[in-house]
């Protein structure tokens, strides 16, 4: 299911190809979060058009609506929805921790409070797995607990104990459930910025032998040299052959460090999310459309982007969609923000084939600004 085809020279980079059920794709590899099942803003066939694969879907929002039973009906996920590719769903605990307004670890699982209705619900290991299962999911997630950056020691080591509990569990689980699934399972590394207890949840989740290793835990608000050491160090625990996923990041600088460090997949709301707030990616740095300066700019957001908004639209008339607040507006900045995402990945592919990830890396960040470009 996952081949490595080039290791870069300059750096622990490498490509890839990862084949899941509902097709193949080359690593490394951005997946556009599509909360509800697609991605927001965005029909199918723009994001397909794109060359994404796989997109990631949230069990937690897909658990509480439609619910189970509707995705079952329907034939599972990819029927519900009509997106032909595949999906990786998370487990649920990062919304329930982040969204719910009430939520408690227990050792069974957790309990938490719809963000929606204020209902009850409590969810197991084995329930996440079963969820995933009856989505039809390409790559499911185990349930864990993921540290803030500002958790004690202590509460850092009592979450890797739980999420390598919760990690047996949910592999019992999926293996169990083999006959009505082909997805595959990730293990999740946890521990913060603690390398003892980074090793120590890296040996008990190898142990257990899943197809894909996720890092999680990081790029919650630490510095990016911190970031940047916790990753490298992370992913030099892990094994050469199987994919490498790292949670939660999707800006082009972090997207370098990770790929640089060897991670192969990463998924991120910010390029999304910001696109429908007016601000898009160009290789100088972030632009906000909104500001004035726009106003009388008749240049597209980037010159050379061959995505829609690019071809046909200036940031002057862009700037008018976001202060009128019309629709498209957020359509067009999403599909510039994930183009230009798909050509930064082509581009780091070519790299790293080439040897050369280094200097690109290099080259890209002396102009790039995660701030206000221009
Ligand atoms: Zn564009």
């Excluded at 299962?133 to 390409?138: E, I, K, L, Y």
Aim: a neutral charge; glycine letters at 8%.
């Amino acid at each position: 299911m996952f081949r490595i085809e080039h290791k870069d020279q300059s750096c622990k980079a490498r490509t890839a190809t990862l084949e899941l059920t509902h097709g193949e794709f080359n690593l490394p590899a951005f997946m556009p979060v599509g909360t509800n099942g697609s991605v927001k803003a965005l029909h199918h066939q723009t994001v397909a058009d794109m060359g994404t694969r796989l997109i990631l879907a949230n069990t937690y929002h897909l658990y509480l609506r439609p619910g189970i039973d509707v995705i079952r009906a329907a034939g599972g996920l990819h029927a519900f929805t009509g997106w032909p590719h595949n999906y990786l769903t998370d487990s649920g605990g990062f919304q329930i921790f982040s969204l719910a307004p009430f939520r408690k670890i227990t050792p069974e699982g957790v309990r938490f409070r719809s963000h929606i209705d204020g209902s009850y619900h409590n969810l197991t290991p084995e329930k996440v797995v079963e969820l995933q299962v009856g989505f039809g999911s390409d790559v499911l997630m185990p349930l864990d607990v993921c540290s803030s950056a500002d958790e004690t020691r202590d509460g850092v080591e009592k979450a890797v104990a739980i999420t390598t509990n919760w990690a047996r569990r949910s592999a019992a689980a999926w293996k169990n459930s083999a006959e009505e699934t082909n997805g595959q399972l990730f293990g999740i590394i946890q521990g913060q910025f603690h390398r003892d207890l980074r090793r120590r949840s890296a040996e008990e989740i190898l142990e257990l032998d899943t197809p894909g290793i996720a890092i999680g835990g990081l790029s919650v608000g630490e510095n990016p040299e911190i970031f940047e050491e916790m990753t490298e160090f992370s992913a030099g625990l892990l094994p050469e052959n199987k994919p490498r996923y790292l949670m939660g990041i999707g800006t082009p600088d972090y997207i370098l460090a990770a790929v640089a460090n060897g991670i192969d997949m990463f998924d991120c709301v910010y390029p999304t999310r910001i696109a429908r707030n007016g601000s898009v990616f160009t290789s100088a740095g972030l632009l906000d459309l909104k500001k004035s300066r726009f106003e009388k700019d008749f240049r597209p957001i980037e010159e050379g982007c061959t995505c829609r908004a690019c071809q046909t639209y200036t940031r002057s008339f862009l700037r008018q969609m976001f202060k009128c607040n019309e629709i498209l507006g957020p359509m067009l900045a999403t599909e510039h923000n994930l183009n230009f995402l798909h050509r930064f990945l082509n581009d780091i592919r070519s790299s790293i084939r080439q040897d050369r990830l280094a200097m690109f890396r290099r080259d890209f960040l002396k102009t790039y600004r995660q701030e206000n470009a221009e």
